[in-house]
């Protein structure tokens, strides 16, 4: 029991960037909300499987909602031209 409680603690800390050595990324450290998505099976698929992808390629954790974000990011002017409309 005592082993799982160190785990967790150490898990817990190391999300918090509170392990010494571990600096989190930009992108770890912005502002975040957690929210959710209604979208098809499909595209969740092809998102989950390109954020895998991307995990092997260049290290890392599969992440979804960091390719989401990257997508947004790409294409912020537009979608900001959109909203002046």
């Known amino acids: 029991m005592a082993k799982r409680q160190a785990l967790a603690l150490s898990m817990a800390a190391k999300a918090k960037g509170k392990i010494a050595g571990h600096d989190p990324a930009p992108e770890e450290s912005a502002e975040t909300i957690t929210t959710a998505i ?3 099976k499909a595209t969740w698929n092809l998102l989950r499987s ?3 992808h991307r995990a092997q390629d260049q290290g890392g954790r599969a992440s979804v909602s960091k390719l989401i974000a990257e997508i947004v990011e790409g294409h912020r002017g537009t979608l900001e031209l959109e909203v002046k409309r």
Do not use: E, G
Request: no cysteine.
């Open 50 to 52: 390109v954020a895998f």
């Open 38 to 40: 209604h979208i098809p």
